[in-house]
């Protein structure tokens, strides 16, 4: 998997989960409102990169998706805090759960969809 794909999908997980939680929550739909929330989460997502080196393999569950996805959270966590922004226990559970589900997700299915198209190969 090329890694400009690979990083467009978990920068989409990121927007996918900043989108949703503003609409559930009926937060202004405002581009500036849309921004201060999800630039923590998407510096967090290109920290993950950094740190697991996720361009080697970036469809990989381990190291990369682990990496990136408890990054992705505990950075942008930490990002939020240091800006005043609310860290609540039940935002930073529901965060884990679906960007978890999400980054690791899409590694998931990529993996299993290597692993058909390899045996219909062999």
């Given at each position: 998997m090329?890694?400009?794909?690979a990083g467009l999908l978990d920068v989409c997980c990121v927007l996918v989960f900043i989108a949703?939680?503003?609409?559930t929550?009926?937060?202004?739909?405002?581009?500036?409102?849309?921004a201060a929330t999800v630039w923590p989460f998407l510096v967090g997502v290109g920290a993950g990169w950094v740190v697991s080196r996720a361009w080697r393999?970036?469809?990989?569950?381990?190291?990369?998706?682990?990496a990136v996805w408890v990054t992705t959270v505990a950075g942008g966590m930490a990002l939020r805090a240091l800006s005043g922004e609310?860290?609540?226990?039940?935002?930073?559970?529901?965060?884990g759960v679906f960007?978890?589900?999400?980054?690791?997700?899409?590694?998931?299915?990529a993996r299993l969809a290597g692993v058909?198209?390899?045996s219909r190969q062999g």
């Open positions: 090329r890694n400009g794909v949703i939680g503003r609409a929550h009926e937060e202004a739909a405002g581009l500036a409102g849309y393999r970036p469809e990989a569950l381990v190291p990369a998706g682990v609310g860290t609540a226990a039940a935002f930073v559970i529901v965060a960007l978890g589900s999400t980054l690791l997700g899409w590694r998931l299915a058909r198209t390899a």
